[in-house]
């Protein structure tokens, strides 16, 4: 069965996945959570506890010299905190076409708002994130839709599963935005900054995993070099994972501002970049096993999606980027040769038609809105019939 067939081979798919779940030693069972009522899914509570918050794209942030847009949303609520922008929104809505009688699933809800305006065009939406703040605020920011939408705790590479057990059979889109929230950003505990203190957690589902501090106490040179090079892209890989190894058999690190100064210590000023920002963003992707769950979710889509279904990914660097890039492309081809060949063969897993050529990037009006949509690259592709 090619990663384009018509039917689901469920049992399959449910060996291949299991046999990609981490080691029970290392991560407990798999929990998710889902709130709203469809009637397969059944009814739900809605955790009234957290506030809405956005994803990987506010304004400036409240303070001294740095006042936030109003927002029909904000002046509607001003007990909201935050200033909620989805990067790429029209660009999104343009590639999913999303409308009534289309199911779509939004493999990272984050503060909702692509979901949002999708269902405000009449599409029913599940809204999936590992987050289970994030995912808990969307929900309470989207109540007001019933059982037009659903939410699901999980990493969007457990779709599959997930869905197959509540009873969907087939999506019209999906979405993901690779994107990591404003709001993990900026809170300290979660670890994903350096700008104030916390624990070194870098964990998107704070469920289960090991933190950054585990890895960087744990793991050897080798393979923390090996971390900082593919998944940061840093010069200076094995020269840093020195330094740790060296500074943690004195003490353990487990502060992000204590791992920061240190790489700090032991790098070369790079302009306004701080010399850790590399560091960190590889410590990201190598706890929440990034790049493997979005290749993941590029082999199972195809799958999922019906006829006319359409597939769209944001990325924000150049290693997601160059994935979601090289499987589409692959996916698109209808015949693929090699040196050896003597004609070109047809490609079993033909199934896609590119709707973008060419990453689409934020706009100068958005960029002037939002200067964190400055990385945002977006890709698109159609499920052929």
């Keep these: ?77 001003p007990a909201l905190p935050f200033h909620h922008i989805p990067v790429l929104l029209e660009e999104v809505l343009t590639a999913l076409e999303p409308k009534s009688g289309k199911l779509i699933l939004d493999g990272t809800l984050g503060g909702g708002g692509h979901t949002e305006a999708m269902l405000k065009l009449g599409a029913r939406v599940i809204g999936m994130d590992q987050d289970r703040t994030a995912l808990e605020a969307a929900s309470r920011r989207l109540e007001r839709f019933g059982a037009q939408f659903v939410a699901l705790h999980g990493n969007f590479r457990d779709f599959p599963e997930m869905l197959a057990e509540a009873g969907v059979s087939g999506l019209d889109g999906i979405l993901v935005d690779l994107g990591v929230s404003s709001h993990q950003l900026d809170e300290p505990t979660r670890g994903f900054s350096f700008q104030t203190d916390g624990p070194l957690d870098l964990r998107m589902d704070t469920s289960r995993g090991q933190t950054a501090a585990d890895l960087v106490n744990t793991a050897d040179a080798e393979e923390i070099a090996r971390i900082f090079r593919d998944f940061g892209e840093e010069p200076r890989a094995w020269q840093l994972a020195k330094q740790i190894v060296k500074a943690r058999a004195i003490r353990p690190i487990t502060r992000t501002l204590e791992l920061a100064d240190l790489i700090a210590r032991h790098s070369p000023p790079r302009g306004r970049r701080h010399p850790a ?70 490609n079993p897993e033909h199934c896609f038609r590119l709707l973008t050529r060419k990453p689409v990037e934020a706009s100068a009006e958005e960029l002037e809105r939002n200067p964190r949509a400055r990385s945002a690259r977006l890709r698109a592709a159609e499920r052929l019939g």
């Design 1 to 77: 069965m090619t990663a384009c067939s018509p039917s689901l081979d469920f049992p399959s798919l449910f060996k291949w996945l299991a046999a990609r779940q981490p080691p029970a030693s290392r991560f407990p069972p798999l929990r998710w959570s889902q709130t709203g009522g469809w009637p397969w899914f059944g009814s739900a509570a809605i955790d009234e506890n957290l506030m809405p918050w956005g994803r990987c794209g506010l304004s400036k942030r409240p303070g001294k010299g740095s006042p936030t847009m109003p927002t029909p949303e904000r002046d509607r609520n």
């Design 277 to 346: 920002t590399l560091v960190f963003q590889a410590l990201r992707i190598a706890v929440n096993d990034e790049l493997g769950a979005l290749r993941e979710l590029l082999r199972v889509a195809p799958r999922w999606l019906k006829p006319g279904g359409r597939l769209a990914v944001i990325t924000f660097h150049s290693l997601e980027d160059r994935i979601v890039k090289q499987t589409l492309q692959f996916y698109a081809t209808a015949e693929l040769d090699r040196p050896e060949w003597p004609a070109p063969r047809p």
